[in-house]
């Protein structure tokens, strides 16, 4: 435990804490950037652009032993995983737009090639004497235990420039995503802001190869936005909530991940969002799961209370126990199922309203008024009170409930 | 050089032909339905559901493996449908989701529990070792009619040639009904149609085939098998007979020049050692699909001619 707060409170040793800021960093930009992905309902082309990098990382390697160097420079390698993302984006909008297929089949077919791709570059290496120890395999799944400084620093303005890209381009963005044909209408330009779009998912996953990994990059474009979305409405809010959430997933991962041996960064860090997924899933204040059950329980007892009090003004006797229960718990009936004195009272008013209702669609021809009946919406919310007076001049006086409900 | 061949190479194909014919086949209807990624998530979760199987039998019996996988495809396939129902999120995202998390939690699960004594790793999950599927007793061709040299066929070949052959029945079997309801989805209830059901029984298909391809072959063959022949013989016809038949034959000209490539390719060049054979049959079953795009008859949509202005 103590291992755990050392690395969350950035004090387990200068690498841990480099990692640490630079998953922070990354998340953030991650969950901004991908949020627009996600908005623009298209979240699973990042899939693709992120197994488009295997080949870029082979190919850079390849060329740099063959220019002389020893093939390890991050910045070389993630250039070259940049080049080969661009060209895998470029064929599924290609593919998607020029022939009858559809994207899906675009995204599944540019990532399932391009990977094979670059396997078999990466067995290329292998055969190749420099290769033995290229660790290229550490991008599959990201790996931090040997980070330099220079990668650190390559990775953490890499995500500050994100922001900043995410910053500048926000607005033309989040119109596009909502209203494409709007956007167009209004004079932007909707094919570049689409690719400046994907650019920048390309430039987080790009930069997340390293300590996340190519098959896991997704999840942070993808989870937190999707976390995002439980707790606003608005897409302004989305942004950076999605943000935030990124960043928290980052650094909590790498702080859990550096805390103990065998718990590798990459798939901590996507744990990580995943639980605060659940989290929100389950416990949104609007629409999480817990949310929707409570508000169909409160409907369901204002049914079960309506319809219980109609049953007591007609006399009728009440068989189901959740009305019982309800009626009961509300102080309208007593134990033995007879009515108390507010029972009779608010039952009375029940059956008047309803009375009024169905003078209400006779007198009043306006079926946007009328057509607002469920059963449930008070009548003095719909009509005012002069209206329902007239209601009333039509019903005579009020007539007491009198009965018990459940026999006796 | 015969026996070469049937020693070293003869099943590795053979593996190679059923797994991607098994894959291929329902694929053509994932694609139809706009699920082709179905088979991406899929082979991703296949991995925790080994590493489960592992941790509760402590051995790498393939039956307890292939019933992990597949209960995890399952599983899967239901937890998509109930994120995508409960938060209600569109089925990319929700798939994105579902499928990265449960891979995450099998690398996890894999790095903490003690694997170093058996011969299961990521790499391998995801790049296949179709290489090593040789037919050691095969002394040639004859072999073929020895009872001795037959029994020691490596496992996955009788296992994936059978799994094919089922896929071959049920895509026969169930060929109307997964027709109309593909097409025609209001239709099918219409007439009658379990139509959830069949969409259901087509992806645990799809995950049975995933689960036995992958067991032998890695999981880059399984998702490129999946849409690469199918969506290619979508550009060459629009009767779906003619493409179920053109994606049998993508899948099968991918997997034998994809491992003649891998095996015999480095050599013509001066090679010496020879690159991964599942890579390399992804990369044949892509190129193919680019050729479908740039020449397939059928590949402009349906009443959107070429511009002239752009072609």
Redesign the interface.
């Known amino acids: 435990m103590s291992d755990l707060l050392a690395a969350l409170t950035l004090q387990a040793g200068y690498n841990a804490a480099l990692v640490a800021i630079g998953a922070a960093l990354l998340g953030f930009a991650a969950g901004a950037a991908g949020t627009f992905l996600?908005l623009r309902?298209?979240?699973?082309v990042?899939?693709a652009v992120a197994h488009a990098t295997l080949p870029g990382v082979g190919l850079a390697f390849i060329l740099m032993v063959a220019l002389g160097g020893d093939g390890r420079s991050l910045l070389g390698l993630l250039a070259g995983s940049a080049v080969t993302a661009g060209v895998g984006l470029l064929l599924v909008e290609?593919?998607a737009r020029?022939?009858?297929?559809?994207e899906?089949?675009a995204?599944?077919?540019v990532?399932?090639?391009?990977?094979?791709?670059?396997?078999?570059l990466?067995?290329?290496i292998q055969?190749m004497s420099s290769g033995r120890q290229a660790g290229l395999?550490s991008f599959?799944?990201g790996s931090t235990a040997g980070m330099l400084y220079l990668d650190a620093v390559v990775i953490a303005v890499g995500g500050a420039l994100s922001v900043l890209a995410v910053w500048v381009l926000r607005r033309p963005m989040t119109l596009v995503s909502f209203d494409p044909d709007y956007a167009a209408a209004c004079g932007y330009d909707v094919r570049r802001i689409d690719l400046a779009m994907m650019a920048l998912v390309m430039a987080v996953t790009v930069i997340g190869l390293k300590i996340v990994g190519l098959?896991?990059i997704?999840?942070m474009l993808?989870?937190p936005?999707?976390t995002a979305?439980?707790w606003t409405e608005r897409a302004g809010r989305v942004i950076w909530i999605a943000a935030g959430l990124g960043a928290v997933s980052g650094y909590v991962g790498a702080a859990v991940s550096a805390s103990a041996p065998?718990?590798?960064t990459?798939?901590?860090i996507?744990?990580t969002a995943?639980a605060l997924?659940l989290l929100s899933?389950l416990f949104a204040p609007a629409?999480g799961?817990l949310a929707?059950v409570l508000r169909h329980r409160r409907f369901q007892r204002r049914v079960h209370r309506r319809q219980g009090l109609l049953a007591l003004a007609r006399g009728e006797l009440i068989h189901d126990p959740l009305t019982l229960s309800v009626l009961r718990r509300a102080g309208l009936i007593r134990a033995d199922g007879v009515a108390t004195e507010a029972g009779r009272a608010q039952a009375a008013k029940a059956a008047r309203d309803e009375h009024r209702w169905e003078i209400a669609r006779l007198v009043n021809q306006d079926t946007a008024l009328t057509g607002r009946y469920d059963g449930l919406t008070p009548i003095e919310r719909v009509f005012t009170a002069d209206q329902i007076a007239e209601f009333d001049r039509h019903l005579g006086p009020p007539r007491p409930v009198a009965g018990d409900a459940a026999g006796a | 050089m015969h026996a070469e061949f049937v020693q070293l190479s003869l099943t590795p194909i053979l593996i190679g032909i059923f797994a991607s014919v098994a894959c291929a086949l329902p694929g053509n209807f994932l694609?139809l339905r706009?699920?082709?990624?179905i088979?991406?998530a899929i082979s991703?979760v296949v991995l925790p559901g080994i590493v489960v199987a592992f941790l509760l039998t402590g051995g790498v019996a393939s039956m307890a493996m292939m019933l992990g996988a597949a209960g995890a495809a399952v599983l899967a396939v239901l937890l998509i449908e109930a994120?995508k129902r409960?938060?209600?999120?569109?089925p990319?995202?929700?798939?994105?989701?579902v499928f990265?998390?449960m891979?995450?939690?099998g690398?996890?699960l894999l790095?903490?529990s003690d694997t170093s004594s058996v011969h299961l790793d990521?790499?391998h999950a995801?790049?296949g070792n179709l290489e090593s599927l040789i037919w050691f007793k095969a002394k040639g061709w004859h072999s073929l009619a020895d009872p001795a040299a037959l029994a020691a066929l490596p496992d996955e070949l009788p296992r994936m040639a059978l799994v094919c052959l089922v896929v071959v029945a049920l895509t026969v079997i169930f060929w109307r009904p997964l027709k109309i309801s593909t097409f025609d989805e209001g239709f099918a209830r219409a007439i009658g149609l379990p139509v959830a059901a069949i969409g259901f029984g087509l992806v645990v298909t799809a995950a049975v085939a995933a689960v036995a391809a992958f067991d032998a072959v890695g999981s880059?063959?399984v998702?490129?098998m999946?849409?690469?022949p199918p969506?290619a013989a979508?550009?060459m016809t629009n009767r779906l007979e003619a493409q179920v038949l053109w994606s049998v034959g993508f899948a099968v000209l991918a997997a034998v020049l994809g491992y003649v490539f891998?095996g015999y390719g480095?050599l013509w060049f001066g090679?010496?050692?020879?690159?991964?054979a599942?890579?390399?049959?992804?990369?044949v079953?892509?190129l193919i699909?680019g050729l479908a795009?740039l020449f397939?008859p059928?590949?402009?949509?349906?009443g959107q001619g070429r511009d002239p202005a752009e072609a």
């Open positions: 996600f309902k298209r979240a699973l990042s899939d290609w593919i020029r022939t009858r297929l559809a899906d089949a995204i599944g077919a990532l399932s090639v391009f990977f094979g791709i670059g396997v078999v990466l067995t290329v055969t395999e599959l799944l098959i896991l997704v999840a993808i989870v936005p999707v979305r439980f065998a718990l590798p990459g798939p901590i996507v744990l995943t997924f899933l629409r799961v929707a | 694609i706009r699920q082709a990624l088979g991406d991703h994120v409960l938060g209600r999120i569109e990319g995202a929700a798939m994105g989701v990265t998390s891979f995450a939690g690398v996890l790095e903490q990521v790499q995801l790049m880059i063959i998702i490129a999946f849409i690469c969506a979508r550009l891998a480095p090679g010496a050692e020879a690159v991964s599942a890579g390399m049959i992804a990369a079953s892509g699909l795009c397939g059928c590949r402009a949509r349906v």
